[in-house]
């Protein structure tokens, strides 16, 4: 069994396991190969969770989870498994017993929530003319086009599943504060890490989408909680 920890990557809506794709390459750049990511079917948070907790289940040996957006959800309720040893919430939900990221959202409604279109089959969608500006201003036009082109639209009621025992009240936890983030307000970020009382809470001038635009500054506050719990 290694002692190092493997970084357990968890995605959120609008996207899939590759939105950590500069991440993925700064860790290898920095010597970090121990890392797998989650593919989420964004149909409920116990579906996501249950694929979340299948993966820590078969790694042998530490694991650090890490969530951006929607998957913070996800590793709040995943993380209690016994080999999880720390999470990072990057511009995440942290949602505390009974909530839900509908109903933080709620709180202080973000600035692109106009920009969310429901279809017939019950998906919530991000337009994808209001992409780049809602989810990713600070990436480039095309890389914009790419994600709203790309992107994995989770079934709308997944937005009402509430969270039952966060892990983040019994693991060392981080979380990264995306001040220009427009998918979840500032104002709900701040509220959600301060009350986590997180071993490091980074704030960044960046979009909701902080893991592609600002993957140097990311990965190195992922690094520094995988060298916290490894040690």
């Known amino acids: 069994m290694s002692t190092t920890p493997t970084i357990l990557l968890v995605h959120g809506f609008w996207g899939g396991a590759a939105h950590w794709a500069k991440v993925i390459l700064e860790l290898h750049r920095k010597g970090h190969d121990r890392v797998q990511a989650v593919e989420l079917p964004l149909t409920s ?10 993966m820590i289940r078969q790694i042998d040996g530490p694991v650090l989870l890490v969530g951006h957006s929607y998957g913070g959800a996800v590793i709040s309720q995943a993380g209690n498994e016994a080999n999880v040893k720390g999470l990072v919430f990057i511009a995440a939900f942290a949602p505390d017993a009974g909530e839900s990221p509908g109903g933080i959202t709620q709180q202080h409604l973000p600035e692109a929530a106009p920009n969310l279109a429901p279809d ?5 969608w991000l337009r994808a003319d209001k992409f780049h500006e809602s989810f990713c201003q600070d990436l480039t036009a095309d890389e914009g086009r790419v994600m709203a082109v790309t ?19 019994h693991k060392p936890s981080w979380y990264q504060l995306s001040r220009h983030d427009r998918m979840i307000a500032p104002a709900n970020q701040k509220v959600m890490a ?6 490091r809470l980074l704030e960044l001038d960046a979009s909701h989408a902080s893991l592609a635009s600002k993957p ?16």
Request: hydrophobic share 40%; glycine share 8%; with cysteine.
């Open 216 to 231: 140097a500054e990311v990965s190195a506050l992922i690094l520094e909680a995988c060298a916290a719990v490894g040690g």
């Open 120 to 124: 017939s089959d019950g998906y919530l």
């Open 194 to 199: 301060e009350r986590m009382q997180p071993k």
């Open 45 to 54: 948070l116990a579906d996501d969770a249950g694929r979340t907790q299948k």
């Open 151 to 169: 992107q994995k639209a989770p079934l709308a009621s997944t937005f009402g599943d509430a969270v039952s025992d966060p892990a983040w009240k």
